[in-house]
Antibody
Framework: QLQLQESGPGLVKPSETLSLTCTVS??????????WGWIRQPPGKGLEWIGSIFYSGSTYYNPSLKSRVTISVDTSKNQFSLKLSSVTAADTAVYYC?????????????WGKGTTVTVSS | DIQMTQSPSSLSASVGDRVTITCRAS??????LAWYQQKPGKVPKLLIYAASTLQSGVPSRFGGSGSGTDFTLTISSLQPEDVATYYCQKYNSAPQTFGQGTKVEIK
């Protein structure tokens, strides 16, 4: 059974870079049938798609965050990662990683449990 | 960017009621629409994709319809375990925008 697990610091200082990793278990990240993505949810608010990556390294990002976001993949470790630079309090959220089914476009069928990131000095 | 608007923002219904949630896209998205259920304090769960295809394991009381700009999620007989916030999401192209959510409660 496929599982995704987010990991990374729970507290990040303003202006610094948020870094998270998603470890995929029970399946290969190198499948041609899926993209892998990040979604976030600020406290008490709705869901926001951040960006997604294919195992080859092909990425696409939310234009509203594109200037600050980098998503990368490490197939040898079955992991993909998120970096969000110049964070502010508005980036405080639960961050989820997810698998996206290519059908032919991409919806999220498996989600990680999420990790809370707080931006504060 | 295409905007996704859900209505209502919240609703309260009795157990056994038929519940309908609407999602409207600001431009046509064919049938590239998914619905997710998020129970309080839990992870979002995929209910429906391709506007009307039920994800494996999802109870048959959930149904989806629509194409183009107007979509509907229906719960044919509301159960206590259906208390949650429901989100639509377009995935025809980036950005994969979510609706603002509809909170469903039991009356």
């Amino acid at each position: 059974q496929l599982q995704l697990q987010e990991s990374g610091p729970g507290l990040v200082k303003p202006s610094e870079t948020l870094s998270l990793t998603c470890t995929v278990s029970g399946g290969s990240i190198s499948s041609s049938s899926y993209y892998w993505g990040w979604i976030r949810q600020p406290p008490g608010k709705g869901l926001e798609w951040i960006g997604s990556i294919f195992y080859s390294g092909s990425t696409y990002y939310n234009p509203s965050l594109k200037s600050r976001v980098t998503i990368s993949v490490d197939t040898s470790k079955n992991q993909f990662s998120l970096k969000l630079s110049s964070v502010t309090a508005a980036d405080t959220a639960v961050y989820y990683c997810a698998r996206l089914v290519i059908d032919p476009n991409y919806y999220m069928d498996v989600w990680g449990k999420g990790t809370t990131v707080t931006v504060s000095s | 960017d295409i905007q996704m608007t859900q209505s209502p923002s919240s609703l309260s219904a009795s157990v056994g009621d038929r519940v309908t949630i609407t999602c409207r896209a600001s431009q046509g998205i064919s049938n590239y629409l998914a619905w997710y259920q998020q129970k309080p304090g839990k992870v979002p769960k995929l209910l429906i994709y391709a506007a009307s295809t039920l994800q494996s394991g999802v109870p048959s009381r959930f149904g989806g319809s629509g194409s183009g700009t107007d979509f509907t999620l229906t719960i044919s007989s509301l159960q206590p375990e259906d208390v949650a916030t429901y989100y639509c999401q377009k995935y025809n192209s980036a950005p994969q925008t979510f609706g603002q959510g509809t909170k469903v409660e039991i009356k």
